[in-house]
């Protein structure tokens, strides 16, 4: 079983907003990780456009097949689902957030070699706010993340601050400038590790992530999740069919149906664009952007 955090490394990410613990999953998960995505890459060929399941880089084509995100892979994929609900994930999240934990998404996001897809800053609680902020990330580091490959950066503390606007224009585009809210850009800290890694990252830290410019890939499994007693605020819930679905996504411990309440910001991501539900579509919407496009 894997080791529980010291309370030294809750205390940092207490203080700091996200945590890495190095070489956290044997090999073997790697490798059936790496198979599973092989077997999306091949679903991937021949598709003209992104679908419920895979979502397309602006660069792919049918004869270059490039494949930026496998949506919700705990719904796809057996051996993702499985992975979701071990100890391997679920440990050091429920000494972070509480032993009774509610899946909220998963993802996973693909930097491929020479051109994989930039996300901007943004904070996942403009996303999606609830009445705490027991919220977090866990990503699975399936490739060695370096500074050249695009690795997941964070402002440190930042979590503890405002819920910054991710407007433009008045409406959600999922992002903003560092510089324009008074944060210096080197201040940002690369979650860097090998392979077999975890990441752990709070849901209102300021994060983002460059263009992969490097000859190697950079492929991270993202299992975001809250306390059960975190409940959507602002219609957040629409998606799921009352409270006795919303209970199917509970990952361990025991439900509630009553929130508790934090005296945190809060600003609601609305009106929505009219795009597809895809970061990387919502945050075309910006006017500025701090990373460099796909050419």
């Known amino acids: 079983m894997p080791e529980i955090l010291s309370n030294e490394q809750i205390e940092a990410y ?27 890459e091949d679903e991937a060929r021949g598709m003209t456009e992104s679908n419920e399941r895979l979502d397309l880089e602006d660069s792919h084509t049918i004869e270059d097949p490039r494949l930026r995100r496998i949506k919700l892979p705990h ?38 070699a020479g051109y994989g897809a930039a996300v901007e800053w943004h904070q996942d609680y403009a996303f999606y706010p609830h009445t705490n902020d027991d919220i977090l ?20 503390g ?30 940002a800290v690369e979650l860097k590790g090998p392979a077999g890694s975890i990441s ?14 490097s000859d190697r890939s950079r492929r991270i499994l993202f299992y975001e999740m809250m306390a059960a007693d975190a409940f959507p605020i602002m219609g957040s819930m629409t998606m ?42 919502i945050q075309k919407g910006l006017k500025a952007r701090a990373f460099k496009t796909i050419k």
């Open 75 to 112: 719904k796809i994929s057996n051996f993702m689902r499985e992975l979701m609900f071990s100890d391997h994930i679920l440990a050091p999240a429920r000494d972070l957030a509480g032993p009774d934990l509610r899946l909220h998404t998963s993802k996973l996001n693909m930097k491929s």
């Open 14 to 40: 207490r203080e700091l907003g996200y945590l890495v613990l190095e070489r956290h999953l044997p090999d073997d998960i790697l490798i059936k990780i790496r198979a599973e995505i092989s077997r999306f």
């Open 200 to 213: 752990i990252h709070h849901g209102r830290i300021v994060h983002g992530s460059a263009l992969n410019t």
């Open 240 to 281: 799921w069919d009352g409270i006795k679905d919303y209970n199917t996504r509970m990952l361990c411990g025991e439900p509630t149906i009553k929130p508790r309440l934090k005296d945190i910001p809060i600003r609601i991501p609305q009106p929505q664009p009219d795009v597809p539900i895809s970061i990387y579509e």
């Open 158 to 187: 930042s979590h503890k601050g405002p819920v910054y606007d991710h407007h433009v224009d008045g409406v959600f585009a999922g992002a903003f400038i560092p510089e324009d809210v008074g944060l210096n850009p080197a201040d």
């Open 137 to 156: 990330a866990i990503g699975v580091i399936i490739d060695d993340m370096e500074s050249e490959n695009g690795p997941l950066m964070v402002y440190p």
